[in-house]
């Protein structure tokens, strides 16, 4: 049976260095969620102090309402899946899918069903006489995942189980597991550097820096409404343009100024005058008659969208996406161009504190 996990004010440290400090976290029993983040941010130094194979300094940890800070790591109720796959060279596919089972003391006979069971969930059954050598990367990580899936476990933790595929066999992979864990229902903790695969396989993400959570969200949440000047950069790309709220008006908005001048009323969340950072996703700004001012230093096409880098008139430099099915032209390098943007999608945060003004 899958449980929540709650992680309560837990602290992790390497004599006088802190892995994690005071951090809490509620995972709900079933969900995917995702540690994320640079590396040497604590993601997999929390992973471990989960698994059991790191010690806890500070607070608790809680699978369902059992405390099991002191619970050896063998008895905790996990699954495991190595970034290295972790299989046994010597054994057979079925041999490695077994093991588990085997050391649970499950009958024999309940052995060879759920196996096979297993084998079908990853959809390599016919490989199941092979020994690992004979197997490909990808082929390999499913046996890892088989593995991890038929002993049951409570809950189950990934850590950085793609970082050894190729490009393309991650995004097939990621869907796997993406699948797998919804057909299954097991509460899953995944540990990975990897933005793009965090947005696409997770219910929620944490984002950590220096052994900090960011910001907690679902995967929509988090790239529109970055919580602060670090997520924003660190989800996809961010162009940060330099300006000032020199008024608040009524209706929770202010006037802010950037560039030479330009001027934009936005929504804000609490009041606030002083210097700013905008930010606004590639994406987000649009070639229009009015706007920045600004010229093309280089545009590269990228088939869905072309991708231009421009100089503005304050002398930074932004990225602007234009998508193909909008255009048919490509624009020159050195042609002069205005960009605009929707005030209320772009992002305003404290130049001092790098704290979100903007809903």
């Known amino acids: ?67 099991i800070n002191k619970v050896e790591a063998h008895k905790r109720d996990i699954g495991m899946v190595f970034q290295n796959y972790a299989i046994f060279p010597h054994l057979t596919v079925y041999e490695n899918v077994a093991y588990g089972l085997k050391a649970k003391k499950v009958p024999k006979n309940e052995i060879a069903s759920r196996v096979e069971k297993a084998l079908e969930l990853v959809q390599i059954a016919q490989l199941k006489d ?66 793009e695969e965090a947005l696409a396989i997770s219910d929620r993400i944490a984002i950590m820096k220096s052994g900090d959570i960011m910001q907690v969200g679902r995967p929509e949440e988090i790239y529109k409404k970055p919580a602060n000047i670090f997520v924003a950069g660190f989800i996809g790309t961010s162009n940060f343009i330099n300006g000032e709220i020199t008024k608040v008006l009524p209706n929770n908005t202010a006037e802010v100024r950037f560039g030479n001048d330009s001027t934009f009323i936005a929504p804000i969340k609490k009041d606030y005058t002083g210097k700013v950072i905008i930010s606004a996703r590639p994406e987000q700004l649009i070639f229009s008659d009015e706007g920045i001012q600004g010229k093309i230093t280089i545009s590269t096409f990228l088939g869905d969208f072309v991708n231009y880098e421009i100089e503005i008139d304050n002398g930074q430099t932004i990225e602007l996406n234009e998508y193909t099915k909008d255009t048919d032209t490509v624009k020159a390098n050195g042609e002069k161009v205005r960009i605009s943007f929707n005030p209320s999608k772009i992002g305003l945060y404290n130049a001092d504190t790098e704290e979100a003004l903007s809903w």
Do not use: W
């Open 130 to 195: 092979r020994k690992p050598s004979e197997l490909s990367g990808g082929q390999q990580q499913r046996v890892a995942l088989a593995r991890a899936f038929v002993i049951e476990p409570g809950i189950l933790l990934m850590d950085e189980p793609l970082s050894n595929l190729d490009a393309k066999l991650r995004v097939q992979m990621r869907t796997v597991i993406r699948k797998l864990q919804k057909t299954v229902g097991i509460t899953t903790i995944y540990v990975t550097h990897d933005q």
């Open 1 to 67: 049976m899958s449980h929540n996990v709650v992680i309560k004010d837990v602290e992790k440290k390497y004599g006088d260095f802190i892995a994690i400090r005071d951090l809490s976290l509620d995972i709900k029993k079933g969900e995917f969620f995702t540690l994320l983040g640079p590396s040497g941010c604590g993601k997999t130094t929390l992973l471990r102090m989960i698994a059991g194979f790191n010690s806890i300094e500070d607070g608790q940890i809680l699978f369902g309402d059992k405390v």
